[in-house]
């Protein structure tokens, strides 16, 4: 039954093994066994006691139950089967062939009108169903490097468009500190800029500093902006953790800055807003967050909306006074919305804002692990990237300081942003290393879900496409058909993300470089045509750039404007 299945368990302590040893019968299925295992270690997910990775209620698999079957699957899989995961549980075994992929993972996938959080959680309740987030539930979730990049990315496009290229001499005020927002300091200070970052977790925000993502944690605003203040007038990178609500706090440093008391260049948001369980209203403490949730969450989410709202108002109100605001992806705005808010969309979310232009050239989050363990493997597959791609000063300048700056969480993994034509160039690298010896156990390769084609999010991703296909999901439904066909190890459909129930579509893929000669080909096929989906998708769409993109790397478009 259903309704035996084990969410919580404090006595479970999961670590993927390390080195060139199998339980598996092949790498292929080896290397979703361990990802699953690094993504419920505790140095990466959040609360993997109760099977949740990130976002508050991202879990890699449905139950306790439910994940020892699939491991013991996993284990037994042979070269030619493929495992058919439903919502974190294991539902069934097929005899497929070599080229598809060993597992295929469907997440949170509700039918239009009953895609609404009451109806998800009363399935959740009875067992049936888990959410997945973008990479809990498909088993490649890296820890806070994943998003670094992105975010780091996003800050160095603001710094192009305000800042004369630097955020030396600025000063950000963001909120929310976890899996995902805790990258936010790190990618500001690495683009120079000073950051005040609130959370109402000390732990969290303790926890983002043990990993050197965040400078100092503070429990006094004044003292907390006494330096930040200092660091933006020395033009000298710095993140503060200031440990408060920011629904208050906000609100409090708008005054502050109309009264001439501080001066924030940028503000932006990513708490987890996209399920207003997982926001805490001002009208509760942190430690009576969990028991209110539960009781009535009903009225717990119209107080977290309305919290939002007074949030969403400040953000609004920083604009009105000059500074860059933007939503980072986490339905704020929308929320905010609900609860009357009517200049919720008064800021623009960061992809419209910074990163539709490289998701026109199929640029997007390209990220490996290594599977030995060890981290000497990340070091050689740097500098194998940086020899790959000589004239990319940008791409090494990130290489260098994620090296310099990012402690490994679980397996040691890395993570880039490359585009069409450069992704399959990377896996053929990675898997000629795996086969040389040069790295001491295979290499597994996947990416985020956010992607240049393969989400349909009108919050996010897809905000303010140039002809209003903002919500079309039939492009990350066939992004996943096409990895599906092309050689990926591993494939998943998603709704929801770090956006909320009702509010996307999103698919994921990984491959793996274990140094064979078919590894190689599946890589080179799914490596070259993931990306091209982008590309083709921004293309439909009408981007000029992406129609230059498409013509000069040979992705054929029956029905090109060009002709």
Not at 39 to 44: A, C, G, K, Q, S
Not at 79 to 107: F, H, Y
Not at 180 to 209: C, F, H, W, Y
């Amino acid at each position: 039954m259903t309704s035996g299945f084990t969410q919580h368990d404090p006595s479970r302590q999961i670590r993927a093994p390390r080195g060139p040893q199998r339980s598996a019968k092949s790498w292929q299925t080896e290397a979703p066994l361990r990802m699953l295992m690094n993504n419920l270690d505790p140095e990466v997910a959040e609360r993997p006691e109760d099977l949740v990775v990130y976002g508050g209620t991202g879990r890699a698999a449905r139950s306790w139950e439910a994940y020892d079957a699939i491991v013991e699957t996993l284990k037994d899989l042979e070269e030619d089967e493929t495992l058919l995961v439903q919502s974190g549980k294991p539902v069934g075994v097929l005899r497929t062939n070599t080229w598809a992929p060993r597992v295929l993972i469907a997440n949170s996938n509700l039918v239009g009108d009953w895609a609404t959080w009451p109806e998800f959680r009363r399935l959740e309740a009875e067992g049936l169903m888990m959410y997945g987030q973008m990479t809990a539930g498909s088993w490649i979730y890296i820890a806070t490097q994943g998003i670094l990049q992105g975010t780091f990315e996003t800050f160095a496009a603001i710094g192009r468009k305000r800042f004369k290229n630097t955020l030396a001499g600025t000063l950000t005020l963001t909120g929310g500190c976890g899996g995902m927002g805790g990258a936010q300091p790190l990618a500001v200070t690495l683009n120079g800029g000073a950051v005040l970052i609130v959370d109402v977790s000390e732990e969290r925000l303790r926890r983002r500093k043990s990993k050197r993502y965040l400078d100092e944690v503070e429990t006094d605003l004044e003292t907390a902006l006494a330096k930040v203040t200092a660091a933006k007038q020395e033009q000298r990178a710095l993140s503060v953790g200031y440990v408060g609500n920011a629904a208050e706090v906000f609100p409090d440093l708008l005054q502050r800055q109309k009264a001439g008391e501080v001066s924030f260049d940028i503000v932006t948001d990513q708490t987890s807003a996209h399920d207003p369980l997982s926001y805490l209203p001002v009208d509760y403490t942190v430690e009576e967050w969990q028991s209110a949730a539960e009781e009535d969450p009903t009225g717990f989410t119209k107080k977290a909306q309305e919290s939002m709202a007074r949030h969403v108002e400040a953000m609004v109100g920083f604009q009105d006074l000059g500074a860059e605001v933007f939503d980072y992806g986490n339905s704020i705005r929308d929320e905010a919305r609900a609860a009357g808010y009517q200049r919720a969309f008064d800021f623009p979310g960061f992809v419209p804002a910074y990163i539709r232009p490289l998701f026109c050239e199929g640029l997007g989050p390209f990220r490996w692990v290594a599977l030995s363990g060890d981290p000497e493997d990340i070091r050689v597959t740097d500098e194998a990237i940086k020899e790959l791609f000589p004239e990319n000063k940008h791409l090494h300048t990130w290489i260098d300081a994620a090296a310099e700056y990012v402690e490994f969480e679980g397996l040691p993994a890395r993570i880039c942003w490359l585009g069409y034509g450069e992704r399959h160039k990377a896996g053929l690298l990675f898997n000629r290393l795996v086969a040389e010896g040069k790295v001491k156990a295979p290499i597994v390769i996947g990416r985020d879900h956010l992607d240049s084609g393969s989400v349909a999010s009108p919050y996010r991703e897809t905000e303010a496409m140039l002809d209003g296909s903002d919500a079309v999901a039939d492009w990350p439904l066939l992004n996943a058909l096409t990895a599906a066909s092309s050689g990926a190890t591993w494939v998943s459909i998603h709704h929801g993300g770090g956006v909320g129930i009702g509010r996307s579509i999103h698919a994921g893929q990984v491959g793996v470089a274990d140094g064979t000669e078919l590894a190689a080909a599946k890589l080179e096929a799914l490596l070259t045509n993931d990306p091209a989906t982008g590309v083709i998708r921004h293309v439909d769409a009408g981007y000029e750039r992406a129609a230059q993109v498409s013509a000069e790397r040979g992705v054929r478009i029956p029905m090109s404007p060009a002709g």
